[in-house]
């Protein structure tokens, strides 16, 4: 079984069962459990702080039964039940990155934060697809929806001082029931449950996840994963508008570039490039009658 610390020995129902999910996936090296925590990335990046960025700690995975200060995007908070949700963020180091194909970008930790961009949603939404047989979707940058309601989100952050070290935060509605959820009002928002009137082991669900980063990681290619992002992004094809640090893009979304990037039609009829890393917000815009 893959090291773990004192705080999933010493609670060792649901994080050993979570640990025991991953023991065999080569891209886990170590599981941190908490019944309840601030944020598993804040108390991940306090890790990397102490351990003085310790290459050890890449492929760690902090996981909680619930969070008191969950975040997204933007600080946008994240709030869930205890033991309803999927709740963890795995540390990655671009230095262990197994590169197979030429890189794009000018810095490896440039090239990994692009990888990742794709990556993380398109792996939630395999590994959701794959559990429980739902048409899972991605909303480019950084969320999954079934149909037009939001069950997963991604938070991808930098560490390190030359940002080589990735803390990839995801949440996962997995048993929530529709009085658990945010009011419509806030967000429409959906769970494995409410798609599936199915109770799901979240053991499973974050094994299937993790199998599919696993397996793009060892591809070490961006070019499959922009291929698989066209079939799968929710986004394509839709009027949208982009809220960018100094401007805004509106327009019709055309697909995902070969380097990652969200390709956009704007009014004057120029095709745009929007990487994930740019986006402050990304809003759907309903075409008038």
């Known amino acids: 079984m893959k090291e773990a610390e004192a705080s999933k020995r010493k609670h060792s129902g649901a994080g050993e069962d979570f640990a025991a ?3 065999d996936l080569p891209l886990i090296s170590r599981v941190y459990f908490f019944p309840e925590i601030d944020s598993t990335s804040t108390w991940a990046h306090q890790l990397l702080l102490k351990s003085g960025y310790s290459a050890a700690l890449h492929g760690s995975i902090v996981l909680a039964d619930y969070q008191t200060a969950g975040r997204g995007r933007y600080q946008r908070a994240w709030v869930s039940p205890p033991q309803r949700s999927l709740l963890f963020t795995l540390i990655l180091s671009a230095n262990a990155f197994p590169f197979k194909a030429q890189r794009s970008l000018a810095t490896r930790s440039q090239h990994v934060a692009q990888w990742l961009s794709l990556a993380a949603p398109l792996s939630v939404c395999e590994g959701l697809q794959e559990a429980a047989q739902i048409p899972a979707r991605v909303k480019y940058p950084n969320d999954v929806y079934v149909h037009d309601s939001k069950i997963a989100g991604i938070l ?3 560490s390190g ?9 995801i949440g996962v509605n997995v048993n929530q029931t529709r009085d658990e959820l945010p009011s419509p009002a806030e967000c429409q928002a959906t769970s494995l449950f409410c798609e599936t009137q199915r109770q799901f082991e979240r053991p499973r669900v974050l094994r299937a996840i993790l199998e599919k980063l696993s397996r793009w990681w060892e591809l070490g290619d961006i070019a499959p994963l922009t291929r698989r992002m066209n079939e799968l992004c929710y986004t ?5 508008k982009i809220v960018l640090p100094e401007t805004e893009i509106m327009g019709v979304a ?3 570039a070969p380097g990652g990037a969200l390709l956009v039609r ?7 490039e929007v990487y994930a890393g740019d986006i402050r917000e990304l809003r759907f815009i309903e075409p008038k009658p």
């Open 236 to 240: 394509i094809g839709r009027l949208v």
């Open 254 to 256: 055309l697909g995902i």
């Open 266 to 272: 704007d009014s004057a009829g120029r095709t745009r």
């Open 156 to 158: 991808l952050e930098n």
């Open 161 to 169: 001082s030359e940002h080589e070290w990735f803390l990839v935060g």
């Open 21 to 23: 999910a991953i023991a």
